[in-house]
């Protein structure tokens, strides 16, 4: 079992940055591939980005081409989403997760064993 907690959500202007991390415990983060997903009041949970047990496979959905990055350091036990360009609707909880599937990696959240507890992300105009 993997423990996951995140960090570096908070207030941000529109059109600012932020670093999501994802420090897990228990067991190395490398068994697992990891993913990032978001939920905004009233909405359902979404994917946003997803990295392979490598790193080197990563895929994203349209919402964060081309703005978001996921990345990892197995050694450090952290997974990362770098967040540029953001929008007022990106304000979400955003929440990291560990895969325990066969697959590389999986956009959807119910293949996702291990959640963490959710970090504020809040955009203004």
């Known amino acids: 079992q993997v423990q996951l907690v995140e960090s570096g959500g908070g207030l941000v202007q529109a059109g600012g940055s932020l670093r999501l991390s994802c420090r897990a415990s228990?067991?190395?983060?490398?068994?697992?591939?990891m993913g990032w997903f978001r939920q905004a009041p009233g909405k359902e949970r979404e994917f946003v980005a997803a990295?392979?047990?490598?790193?080197?496979?990563?895929i994203y959905a349209d919402l964060a081409k081309g703005r978001f990055t996921i990345s990892r350091d197995n050694a450090k036990n952290t997974v990362y989403l770098e967040m540029n360009s953001l929008k007022p609707e990106d304000t979400a909880v955003y929440y990291c997760?560990?895969?325990?599937?066969?697959?590389?990696?999986?956009?959807?959240?119910?293949?996702?064993?291990?959640w963490g507890q959710g970090t504020q992300v809040t955009v203004s105009s």
């Open positions: 997760a560990a895969y325990t599937g066969s697959r590389v990696v999986s956009t959807t959240p119910s293949t996702y064993a291990y």
């Open positions: 228990g067991r190395t983060v490398s068994n697992y591939a």
């Open positions: 990295i392979s047990r490598s790193g080197g496979t990563t």
